[in-house]
């Protein structure tokens, strides 16, 4: 029980974390916390539920609702984004900006798709493999795969390529990084889009693990992968990928030894623990200011 339990808990972490690196990445350039990401994650979730529809399998539909998903997120950052950072205005109307852009994407999902609960094909559904006495589904062990691979592929892309590099410098210093000669614009732009294609990807593999897709999917989701972030150190991209995997077997440990009441209070009882003992994260340092 605790082993299927634990294979349950990794297969919903590793979505959760795919949504906190979209998270950690915004943060990381911006130092903003973009709380639109959630209602992302639901479109991309609802464009591969399109795409899946018509019969464009599987592997199409993601790669549609991956171009589709980050272009939304460079759309929200050239239109809402972009104007406030070229005023220079205060932190807090970003912030406040982006709670705005999730509630517009949220209602325009519902005016197009309904308030009501759609069905979501369950994929890569070739039934259970046994090990050891323990069942695995394919289903899992296929979200699991896909979710591993394109984490690395993201660390692999911030750590080993040249854009990654350049992410990494405006992360430091964005004026530094411009008298570098880094383009700091086409660097957020990238990183937006980097962020909705992650969104997109665990929209599109949550949805057909549960096998259902509806406008607001994305508010608790959302919670619940900012707070892998904070978990983790919100900015720093192995951080975001551990706090997922610990919420994500926090809740499935809760869920079946405390009951499905407390599956989503568990893990923000234990960010909340996290924070009052190192409030910087658990890979987080504390920023030192000199004056």
Do not use: C, W
């Not at 903003?32 to 199409?60: D, Q, T, W």
């Not at 889009?193 to 999917?217: D, K, R």
């Not at 892998?228 to 919100?234: D, K, P, Q």
């Amino acid at each position: 029980m605790i082993i299927q339990q634990l294979t349950n808990g990794l297969t919903l972490g590793m979505v959760y974390a795919l949504i906190a690196v979209g998270y950690s990445l915004v943060f990381g350039i911006l130092r903003l916390v973009n709380f639109s990401h959630g209602a992302v994650y639901a479109f991309g979730a609802h464009m591969a539920m399109i795409f899946v529809s018509i019969k464009f399998g599987i592997f199409p539909a993601l790669i549609l609702s991956i171009i589709l998903t980050g272009v939304l997120g460079v759309v929200i950052d050239k239109l809402a984004l972009a104007p406030l950072r070229a005023k220079k205005s205060k932190g807090i109307a970003a912030l406040i900006t982006t709670i705005g852009i999730s509630y517009i994407i949220q209602n325009f999902l519902m005016i197009a798709f309904g308030t009501q609960t759609k069905f979501f094909p369950k994929i890569f559904d070739y039934g259970t493999v046994y090990i050891g006495g323990v069942g695995f589904s394919t289903t899992q062990i296929f979200i699991f795969g896909v979710s591993l691979v394109l984490l690395l592929v993201l660390t692999f892309i911030i750590k080993g390529t040249k854009i990654g590099l350049a992410m990494r410098a405006v992360e430091q210093n964005q004026k530094a990084a411009h008298l570098m000669g880094i383009d700091v614009n086409r660097v957020i732009t990238f990183t937006f889009f980097l962020g909705g294609a992650s969104a997109a990807i665990a929209g599109t593999l949550i949805s057909g693990y549960y096998q259902v897709v509806y406008a607001n999917m994305g508010f608790l989701a959302g919670l619940k992968a900012f707070s892998a972030a904070v978990l983790g150190g919100i900015g720093i991209l192995h951080g975001a990928i551990f706090g997922g995997l610990v919420v994500g077997v926090s809740e499935s440990f809760a869920a079946t030894y405390l009951g499905g009441t407390y599956r989503d209070a568990i893990a923000f009882l234990i960010l909340i623990i996290v924070l009052l003992i190192k409030p910087a994260g658990l890979f987080g340092k504390k920023g030192i200011k000199k004056v």
